[in-house]
Every structure is written in structure tokens, then in C-alpha cells.
């Protein structure tokens, strides 16, 4: 296979794209779906909305029935229950953190998708919305309202602000974390409790081509006034898929280093990331036992 030349857009790295008509099993799709009949007479605002739709209503069905509700992982795939709950414990947030994962359909029900984990890790504070269904929207819309300046959007644009401008809007620091703030570990040495905000974050959820749309959706018509929060990571990330973006790393490495700058248990931000690392862990063990062709991406069959 040959290798991919990485290009330079946005200032980043990242893989060229390659043309639908060179990918035979999206094409496959194309024709099976329906989507292009589907989007006959469709004005051109509304097919975004209309093929996310009848992704979410493929998925739902294809599914719902034969998915673990919190891991994604098949319960009975040719015999194999490939659940991975057990092994995802509830952790205990002293940050009192809120999660609201914004999903693009397509990585919905994918068990490699990463920040599914946070239903694993949080149940109890996890809520899922999934960008183009009925009525999620609105759900997250009343969310945000409810949590008020709390809430801030994970997404490395140019209007995002860094993690201590965040804090300066939240409050100013209490005389012990003066010295901790200055250092660049603007969490770490005070208890989280009165001084740091419960953060409510929201965590963007797709491919970074859907998640770009996603945002603008977002920003316009959910939460505009939602301050983005841009983070700086040093290790290169663990998540079992192909990063696009020299400075890529997952949804869930991503919240774990927000937390630690917020305070968060270091132990609890390392489970974290092990979890995502057991996700990984059951994704090969699944490809090398069942090989059965999944269709686990349910890609966007065509451009809107």
C-alpha cells in the first residue's frame, strides 16, 4: 500500500483526501442507499439535514437491536459477545464535571468511536445528542441554557481562548493558586470546589471534516455565545484510528487533559485514557476473531 504524503492545510498536517470514485465500498454504498433519490427535489439547505436523517434511521435499525447500549461492541456477533462494560467502571469526577457529547451519525453505534466511552466512565453525567435528530437540537439547546456560563465547546478554532482565559472569566484565582496558575498548572493545588465552575463540556464528535460543519451548526443556531476552549497537547495520541492532524488527538484524551487542568484526580484522568486503550484492545481482538463485514462506518454517502 502506498504511503500517504501528508499536505499542509490550516497550518496543520494533514492526509490528502481521496476521490469517492477511487473508494468501491463507499460507491457500493451510494447505490445501495437510496441517498441520491432521496435528495431528488431537496433544496440544497435542507440535504444535510435529510442525509443525516436517513442515516440515523439505518443505524437505529441496523443497530439498536444488536449493539451493547453503552459500548457499542456487538452482544452477539456469530456467537461472540464482545462487550466491554465490565471492564469500564464508573469513575468518581471531584471536578464534578457535566458531558454532553454533540455526535455526527456516523460514528453513532461505531464501536471504535472513542467518546462513547464517557458512557461507560460517567453515566450518571454523560448526555448524548446526535447532530441531525429529531428533537436533539432542542435538547441541547435547553441543556446549555440550564447550565449557564459553565459550559464551554472543546475545538481548536481561531475564536477559541486557552484554558487560563477560561478561568479568568470563571473567577480570579484564590491567593493559594496565584503561584499554580502562573506555572501553567492551572488546576492542580486547590480542591475545585469554590473556586472553579462544575464545568459542563461539550465534546464535538466525528471525523474532523463533519466535526468543522458540526461546529458551524453549533455555533449558529445551539450555543453561540459557548466559549471554545483550545488545549496544547505534548503526546502524540492513542486513539486506534488514523489522526489526519499532526496535533490530532481523541475526543477522550482531549477531555482528560482539560480535566487535569481543571483540577481533575490525576488517577481518574489516566482512566481515562486506559479506557480508551481497552476500546482499542477489543477492536483487534474483534477484527482478528470475527470476520464478518460490519459496515461499522457508516459513512455520508454523498456531499449535501
Not at 455555533?219 to 488545549?231: A, C, Y
Request: with cysteine.
Amino acid at each position: 500500500q502506498p504511503t500517504k504524503t501528508p499536505t499542509e492545510k490550516d497550518g496543520k498536517e494533514t492526509l490528502p483526501s481521496v476521490e469517492c470514485s477511487k473508494m468501491p465500498r463507499k460507491q457500493k454504498r451510494i447505490a445501495e442507499s437510496g441517498d441520491l433519490k432521496l435528495l431528488e427535489g431537496v433544496p440544497k439547505k435542507d440535504r444535510t439535514r435529510v442525509l443525516c436523517e436517513a442515516m440515523i434511521v439505518r443505524k437505529a435499525e441496523r443497530c439498536g437491536a444488536a449493539r451493547c447500549g453503552r459500548c457499542w461492541f456487538p452482544t452477539n456477533s456469530s456467537g461472540t459477545n464482545y462487550c466491554i462494560c465490565a471492564k469500564l467502571s464508573p469513575l468518581t469526577f471531584k471536578t464534578a464535571a457535566r458531558f454532553l457529547i454533540y455526535m455526527h451519525p456516523r460514528d453513532w453505534y461505531n464501536a471504535g468511536d472513542d467518546a462513547k466511552i464517557f458512557l461507560s466512565a460517567a453515566p450518571s453525567s454523560t448526555d448524548l445528542f446526535v447532530f441531525g435528530r429529531p428533537g436533539d437540537d432542542d435538547r441541547l439547546r435547553e441543556t446549555l441554557s440550564a447550565a449557564g456560563d459553565a459550559a464551554l465547546l472543546l475545538f481548536p478554532d481561531s475564536p477559541a481562548i486557552t484554558i487560563s482565559e477560561l478561568l479568568s472569566r470563571w473567577r480570579t484565582p484564590p491567593a493559594e493558586a496565584q503561584s499554580t496558575v502562573l506555572d501553567g498548572n492551572l488546576g492542580q493545588g486547590h480542591s475545585g470546589s469554590s473556586s472553579v465552575k462544575a464545568p459542563v463540556i461539550i465534546v464535538m464528535d466525528g471525523t474532523w471534516n463533519n466535526v468543522k460543519q458540526m461546529v458551524k451548526h453549533f455555533s449558529k443556531n445551539i450555543g453561540p455565545d459557548v466559549p471554545h476552549i483550545r488545549l496544547e497537547p505534548t503526546e502524540l495520541s492513542v486513539y486506534a484510528r488514523t489522526q489526519t492532524r499532526s496535533d490530532g488527538i481523541s475526543s477522550v484524551e482531549a477531555v482528560a487533559l482539560l480535566l487535569k487542568l481543571l483540577g481533575e484526580d490525576e488517577h481518574v484522568c489516566s482512566e481515562l485514557v486506559r479506557y480508551l486503550t481497552i476500546n482499542n484492545e477489543a477492536l483487534k481482538l474483534r477484527k482478528h476473531h470475527d470476520s464478518e463485514d460490519d459496515d461499522d462506518d457508516d459513512r455520508q454517502s454523498i456531499k449535501p
